[in-house]
Nanobody, 119 residues
């Protein structure tokens, strides 16, 4: 049974930092592309950052230069380092794991962790 468990969310002041972690189990972690999504109240879920199995990263424009995604395959963990946080970063952050080989695909989600940026 695949599980993705996020941690590290919380309340932080504007300009502060948080590091989110997502630990995966029940899957061959290293072959999956991993992503962090977020969903703010009344808004659609959006992809914030992703990292491929070959360590290629991508970011939504609004977080470029502030957020860094990384992965440790030995620990089955993906991280999202968030610096210079802004109130508009407030959202529930979800970890996602995806894999496809052209014939079949797999897609898994964590339960989410709340990030609130407020003074």
């Amino acid at each position: 049974q695949v599980q993705l468990v996020e941690s590290g969310g919380g309340l932080v002041q504007p300009g502060g930092s948080l590091r989110l972690s997502c630990v995966a189990s029940g899957m061959s972690f290293s072959i999956y592309a991993m992503g962090w999504y977020r969903q703010a109240p009344g808004k659609q879920r959006e992809l914030v950052a992703s990292i491929s199995s070959s360590m290629v990263t991508n970011y939504v424009n609004s977080v470029k230069g502030r957020f860094t995604i990384s992965r440790d395959n030995a620990k089955n963990t993906v991280y999202l380092q968030m610096n210079s946080l802004k109130p508009e970063d407030t959202a529930v952050y979800y970890c996602n794991a995806g894999w496809a080989n052209g014939v079949t695909s797999r897609d898994y989600w964590g339960q989410g962790t709340q990030v609130t940026v407020s003074s």
